[in-house]
C-alpha cells in the first residue's frame, strides 16, 4: 500500500458553538479517488476549505506530500500541488474559457511579473490550456466568453483549470452540483479517467457517482468521521445506512 | 456587422485624428497667436497621464483608489523642494521623484491593500489627505500658499523645458509611451493577474496567485507614473501646493476615468480632456460652473456607461462581451 498522500489529524473546527469539524482523522492515499459523502450541515465543504487553507483549523494537522501545510496559505498549498474547485462555480467570467484556463496554468509556470510580452501569444501557457480544455471535453468553446457557458459546461472549465495546474490532489466540492443527468454522466467518465493519475478527494451528494468513482469512502456526520471504507463495506455498514444513506441505497 | 465595423473605423478616425491634432497643436496655436491654448492642452496631457495612471489600477484591478492625486503631489514636490534648494537638474530631480512616489504608493499600498471596498477607499483617502496637510504644515516651502518654482527642470541643453512647445511635446511623449507601457502591462502575464483578481480574488488564490503582492506593485507602478505627472505639472505650473493633491483632486481623476471609460487606458484620455474642457467652457459663463458640471456627468455616466470610448464602441473585450445593460455591473 502507498504512503497516504494527504494525512488529517486531530482536526478541529468551531465555529461559535458549533462543531464543523470534530476531531476528524483522514488519510488519503496517492492514486485513489476518496469521496466524502454525508448529510448537509456535516462539514463536508468546511473540511475542503481546511485542506485548501481558506479556513483555519482551530487544532489539529493536516499533512500533505510528507510535509505539514496546516500554518500554509492557500497559495501556498496550490504551488504545492492541492487544486480545488468550487461547490459554486469559481471561474473567471469575463474571459474566455481558455484565459481561464491560462491563467490556471500560468499560477504554476513560474512568478507573473512579466510586464511586457503577452501573455495571450505565449504557447508555454495556450498549449497546456488547450490540451486540459481538451481532456475535459470543452476545446472548441475555448473563445467563449465563460460567462456565456452552460452551468454544465461551467462546472467542466472548472476541472479543465484545477487540472491545468498538474495538481497532486484534487479537491472536488460537489462538482455535479446543479448539473443535468448527461453533464452529470459525463463528469462521471471526466472524474472516472483520472484515476490511477491522479489523486481525487471528492465531496458529492450523488450516491450513483460516489459509488460508480470511489476506491474508499468515508461518511461524516456531524463533523466526525461515523465510517471509513471500501464502497462495498460502506454499503454494507448498518450505522451508516441508518445514519445516512436510508433504505433506498441498500442493494 | 457594418455597425460594427462602422465603430471600429469611426475609433480609428478619432484616435489617429486626434493624434494628429495633438501634434500640429503647437505650431497651430502659434500661428493663430492663442498661447493659452497650448497650455490649456498640456494641462490635459498631464491630467491624462494621471488619470491612465489611475485607470491600471480602479479600471483593471479594481483599486478604488481615492487618494490618487497624492502622488500628483509628490512628484510636484520633489521639483518644488529640490529647486528651491538650487538642484534642477533633470538627472537628479527626476529620480527623486520617481523613487519619492514609489515608495510613498508603496507604504500607502502595504497598509491599504489588506482592506478592501468602501476601507479601501477610505484608507487610500486619508492617507492622501494626511499628505495634504504635510504639504500645508511645511511653512518652510511654502505651507498654505505653496511654492513658487523658479525655473524648470534643466535638462542639460538636451531639452529646453523653457519653452512651452519642449515642454508640451515632452508631455505628450511621455503620454504616449505610458500608454504603450500600459497597454503591454495590461496584456502581459501581470496584467492577466491583476485582471483575475479583479474578477474573481477567491479563484486566483486557490490557483496559486499571492494576489497582495501582484496588487501592491500594480499599485505601486501606477503611484510612479502619476508622480512624473506631477513632475510636469509642476514644470507647467512653475509652482507646487499642497491644493494639488487635496482629496477633490483624487476625486477629479476618478471622475476623468469613469467619464472616459473605466478599463481602456484611452478612456480617460478623453475624460481629461473632457472634464477639463468642460471646466473651462462652464466657468467663463457662470462661477457656478460646478452646478451645472454635475448634472452633465451624472447624465453622461447614465446614458454611456463605458464612458466616452465607450460610445466609440471600444472597450468591450473587458466586458464580457455581451450587451452592457445585460452584464455584471463592473462599475
Same mark, same amino acid.
Given at each position: 500500500m502507498a504512503e497516504a498522500l494527504l494525512e488529517i489529524a486531530g482536526l478541529v473546527k468551531r465555529f461559535g458553538g458549533l462543531l464543523a469539524t470534530d476531531n476528524l482523522h483522514l488519510a488519503v492515499r496517492a492514486g485513489e479517488i476518496h469521496a466524502v459523502i454525508g448529510p448537509n450541515g456535516a462539514g463536508k465543504t468546511t473540511l475542503v476549505a481546511q485542506l485548501q487553507g481558506e479556513l483555519k483549523p482551530d487544532a489539529g494537522t493536516i499533512r500533505f506530500a510528507g510535509a505539514d501545510v496546516t500554518r500554509l496559505k492557500p497559495h501556498q498549498r496550490a504551488v504545492r500541488g492541492i487544486a480545488r474547485s468550487f461547490q459554486i462555480t469559481s471561474i473567471f467570467?469575463?474571459?474566455?474559457?481558455?484565459?481561464?484556463?491560462? +491563467?490556471?496554468?500560468?499560477?504554476?509556470?513560474?512568478?507573473?511579473?512579466?510586464?511586457?510580452?503577452?501573455?495571450?501569444? #505565449?504557447?508555454?501557457? $495556450?498549449?497546456?490550456?488547450?490540451?486540459?480544455? #481538451? =481532456?475535459?471535453?470543452?476545446?472548441? $468553446?475555448?473563445?467563449?466568453?465563460?460567462?456565456?457557458?452552460?452551468?454544465?459546461? =461551467?462546472? =467542466?472549465? #472548472?476541472?479543465?483549470?484545477?487540472?491545468?495546474?498538474?495538481? =497532486?490532489?484534487?479537491? +472536488?466540492?460537489?462538482?455535479?452540483?446543479?448539473?443535468?443527468?448527461?453533464?452529470? #454522466? $459525463?463528469m462521471v467518465r471526466l472524474i472516472g479517467g483520472l484515476k490511477g493519475s491522479h489523486t481525487v478527494l471528492l465531496v458529492e451528494h450523488d450516491m450513483d457517482a460516489v459509488f460508480a468513482l470511489a476506491d474508499q469512502i468515508t461518511v461524516l456526520v456531524y463533523g466526525r468521521v461515523l465510517a471509513t471504507g471500501t464502497p462495498a463495506a460502506i454499503r454494507a455498514n448498518a450505522e451508516v445506512r441508518r445514519a445516512y444513506l436510508g433504505d433506498e441505497v441498500a442493494p | 456587422m457594418t455597425a460594427t465595423s462602422r465603430r471600429i473605423v469611426l475609433r480609428a478616425l478619432v484616435l489617429w485624428g486626434g493624434l494628429a491634432l495633438?501634434?500640429?497643436?503647437?505650431?497651430?496655436?502659434?500661428?493663430?497667436?492663442?498661447?493659452?491654448?497650448?497650455?490649456?492642452?498640456?494641462?490635459?496631457?498631464?491630467? /491624462?497621464?494621471? /488619470?491612465?495612471?489611475?485607470?491600471?489600477?480602479?479600471?483593471?484591478?479594481?483599486?478604488? @483608489?481615492?487618494?490618487? &492625486?497624492?502622488? !500628483?503631489?509628490? *512628484? /510636484?514636490?520633489?521639483?518644488?523642494?529640490?529647486?528651491?534648494?538650487?538642484?534642477?537638474?533633470?538627472? %537628479?530631480?527626476?529620480?527623486?521623484?520617481?523613487? &519619492?512616489? &514609489?515608495?510613498?504608493?508603496?507604504?500607502? *499600498?502595504?497598509? @491599504?491593500?489588506?482592506? @478592501?471596498?468602501?476601507?479601501?477607499?477610505?484608507?487610500?483617502?486619508?492617507?492622501?489627505?494626511?499628505?495634504?496637510?504635510?504639504?500645508?504644515?511645511?511653512?518652510?516651502?511654502?505651507?498654505?500658499?505653496?511654492?513658487? %518654482?523658479?525655473?524648470?527642470?534643466?535638462?542639460?541643453?538636451? %531639452?529646453?523645458?523653457?519653452?512651452?512647445?519642449?515642454?508640451?511635446?515632452?508631455? !505628450?511623449?511621455?503620454?504616449?509611451?505610458?500608454?504603450?507601457?500600459?497597454?503591454?502591462? %495590461?496584456?502581459s502575464r501581470f496584467g492577466m493577474v491583476i485582471r483575475g483578481a479583479k474578477s474573481n480574488e477567491r479563484r486566483m488564490r486557490a490557483l496559486g496567485f499571492p494576489t497582495v503582492r501582484y496588487r501592491l506593485v500594480a499599485f505601486v507602478i501606477a503611484g510612479t507614473m502619476c508622480g512624473v505627472a506631477g513632475v510636469l505639472l509642476a514644470n507647467l505650473t512653475n509652482f507646487t501646493s499642497p491644493a494639488y493633491m487635496h482629496w477633490t483632486r483624487s476625486g477629479e481623476l476618478m471622475v476623468m476615468v469613469i467619464l472616459g471609460g473605466m478599463g481602456s487606458l484611452i478612456g480617460p484620455i478623453f475624460g481629461a480632456f473632457a472634464l477639463l474642457a468642460l471646466e473651462e467652457v462652464l466657468s467663463s459663463y457662470t462661477q457656478h460652473w460646478q452646478f451645472i458640471l454635475g448634472p452633465v456627468l451624472i447624465l453622461i455616466v447614465l446614458f454611456a456607461k463605458r464612458g466616452i470610448y465607450g460610445l466609440l464602441g471600444a472597450a468591450r473585450e473587458s466586458a464580457a462581451a455581451g450587451p452592457p445593460a445585460a452584464g455584471p455591473p463592473h462599475g
Amino acid at each position: 500500500m502507498a504512503e497516504a498522500l494527504l494525512e488529517i489529524a486531530g482536526l478541529v473546527k468551531r465555529f461559535g458553538g458549533l462543531l464543523a469539524t470534530d476531531n476528524l482523522h483522514l488519510a488519503v492515499r496517492a492514486g485513489e479517488i476518496h469521496a466524502v459523502i454525508g448529510p448537509n450541515g456535516a462539514g463536508k465543504t468546511t473540511l475542503v476549505a481546511q485542506l485548501q487553507g481558506e479556513l483555519k483549523p482551530d487544532a489539529g494537522t493536516i499533512r500533505f506530500a510528507g510535509a505539514d501545510v496546516t500554518r500554509l496559505k492557500p497559495h501556498q498549498r496550490a504551488v504545492r500541488g492541492i487544486a480545488r474547485s468550487f461547490q459554486i462555480t469559481s471561474i473567471f467570467p469575463d474571459m474566455s474559457a481558455l484565459d481561464n484556463v491560462a +491563467l490556471a496554468v500560468q499560477a504554476h509556470a513560474g512568478h507573473s511579473f512579466g510586464m511586457w510580452r503577452s501573455a495571450a501569444t #505565449e504557447a508555454a501557457l $495556450r498549449t497546456p490550456a488547450l490540451a486540459a480544455l #481538451e =481532456q475535459v471535453g470543452l476545446a472548441e $468553446r475555448g473563445h467563449s466568453v465563460a460567462a456565456h457557458l452552460a452551468h454544465g459546461e =461551467q462546472r =467542466q472549465l #472548472e476541472l479543465a483549470m484545477a487540472l491545468a495546474t498538474r495538481p =497532486q490532489l484534487l479537491l +472536488l466540492d460537489e462538482p455535479m452540483a446543479g448539473m443535468g443527468k448527461e453533464d452529470a #454522466e $459525463r463528469m462521471v467518465r471526466l472524474i472516472g479517467g483520472l484515476k490511477g493519475s491522479h489523486t481525487v478527494l471528492l465531496v458529492e451528494h450523488d450516491m450513483d457517482a460516489v459509488f460508480a468513482l470511489a476506491d474508499q469512502i468515508t461518511v461524516l456526520v456531524y463533523g466526525r468521521v461515523l465510517a471509513t471504507g471500501t464502497p462495498a463495506a460502506i454499503r454494507a455498514n448498518a450505522e451508516v445506512r441508518r445514519a445516512y444513506l436510508g433504505d433506498e441505497v441498500a442493494p | 456587422m457594418t455597425a460594427t465595423s462602422r465603430r471600429i473605423v469611426l475609433r480609428a478616425l478619432v484616435l489617429w485624428g486626434g493624434l494628429a491634432l495633438l501634434l500640429v497643436l503647437p505650431p497651430a496655436a502659434a500661428l493663430a497667436d492663442q498661447p493659452f491654448y497650448l497650455t490649456l492642452v498640456t494641462r490635459m496631457l498631464i491630467f /491624462a497621464i494621471a /488619470a491612465l495612471s489611475l485607470d491600471l489600477i480602479l479600471g483593471y484591478g479594481a483599486m478604488v @483608489s481615492f487618494g490618487h &492625486a497624492a502622488y !500628483l503631489g509628490v *512628484g /510636484a514636490y520633489a521639483v518644488g523642494i529640490l529647486a528651491y534648494h538650487g538642484v534642477n537638474a533633470a538627472w %537628479i530631480q527626476w529620480p527623486v521623484a520617481i523613487v &519619492a512616489s &514609489a515608495l510613498v504608493a508603496a507604504l500607502i *499600498g502595504l497598509v @491599504s491593500l489588506r482592506t @478592501s471596498g468602501v476601507y479601501f477607499i477610505m484608507i487610500t483617502l486619508a492617507f492622501a489627505q494626511m499628505l495634504y496637510f504635510l504639504g500645508i504644515s511645511l511653512k518652510i516651502y511654502g505651507g498654505d500658499d505653496g511654492l513658487t %518654482i523658479n525655473a524648470r527642470t534643466d535638462f542639460g541643453g538636451v %531639452i529646453d523645458l523653457a519653452s512651452n512647445v519642449v515642454l508640451y511635446y515632452l508631455v !505628450l511623449a511621455v503620454l504616449l509611451g505610458f500608454l504603450l507601457l500600459g497597454q503591454r502591462l %495590461i496584456a502581459s502575464r501581470f496584467g492577466m493577474v491583476i485582471r483575475g483578481a479583479k474578477s474573481n480574488e477567491r479563484r486566483m488564490r486557490a490557483l496559486g496567485f499571492p494576489t497582495v503582492r501582484y496588487r501592491l506593485v500594480a499599485f505601486v507602478i501606477a503611484g510612479t507614473m502619476c508622480g512624473v505627472a506631477g513632475v510636469l505639472l509642476a514644470n507647467l505650473t512653475n509652482f507646487t501646493s499642497p491644493a494639488y493633491m487635496h482629496w477633490t483632486r483624487s476625486g477629479e481623476l476618478m471622475v476623468m476615468v469613469i467619464l472616459g471609460g473605466m478599463g481602456s487606458l484611452i478612456g480617460p484620455i478623453f475624460g481629461a480632456f473632457a472634464l477639463l474642457a468642460l471646466e473651462e467652457v462652464l466657468s467663463s459663463y457662470t462661477q457656478h460652473w460646478q452646478f451645472i458640471l454635475g448634472p452633465v456627468l451624472i447624465l453622461i455616466v447614465l446614458f454611456a456607461k463605458r464612458g466616452i470610448y465607450g460610445l466609440l464602441g471600444a472597450a468591450r473585450e473587458s466586458a464580457a462581451a455581451g450587451p452592457p445593460a445585460a452584464g455584471p455591473p463592473h462599475g
